[in-house]
């Protein structure tokens, strides 16, 4: 018995610090998870399935737009990492008062993962303007489908199938 309670408080002291990075830095599936689940939520579960699902259930469908996503979530995650990369060379002292915010005031530390809290709080800001996006390409999308279904088809895709997704895709990237 004392064993297992050892071995229980030995994992909840590793996984503390793991679970503090976490927060602090997201990661690209993360990023893709966030993304993909405000596509769904943008497209309805049925049209979801219908973009992103391959096999004959659709039922893939989540997981595909997720392997799909996280290229582009990395490079939000790299060129969050090049703005607050500048953004600290410009102004150390600024960019210290801003993101420096661990521990208490004048104590040690107080600097320590700025540079992680820049990355985050940068990509969250891109997250949000893209989750705008999306959902606003999710509604011109559906509305230039409803208005006409054959001339939507034909200039998003070859298939009835995958045309609402490209549509969303296109809209969303210029937006």
Do not use: W
Not at 123 to 146: D, F, G, L, N, Y
Request: a positive charge; aromatic letters at 4%.
């Amino acid at each position: 018995m004392k064993h297992v309670i050892l071995a229980a408080v030995a994992t909840a002291a590793l996984l503390l610090p793991l679970s503090s990075l976490a927060a602090t830095t997201p990661s690209a599936s993360s990023l893709a998870h966030q993304t993909c689940s405000q596509l769904k939520q943008a497209d309805g579960a049925t049209q979801f399935a219908a973009t992103y699902g391959t096999n004959a259930t659709k039922s893939n469908a989540f997981g595909r737009c997720v392997s799909l996503d996280v290229p582009a979530a990395k490079a939000t995650i790299a060129n969050a990492s090049k703005t607050c990369s500048a953004r600290q060379a410009a102004d150390p002292a600024g960019f210290l008062t801003t993101y420096g915010t661990n521990g208490k005031g004048g104590k040690a530390g107080n600097e320590k993962n700025a540079m992680g809290k820049c990355v985050s709080s940068t990509v969250r800001a891109s997250q949000v303007k893209q989750a705008h996006a999306i959902s606003t390409a999710a509604a011109s999308c559906k509305a230039a489908r409803k208005a006409d279904a054959a001339a939507f088809v034909a200039k998003y895709g070859g298939k009835s199938s995958n045309a609402y997704g490209k549509c969303v895709a296109a809209l969303s990237r210029t937006k």
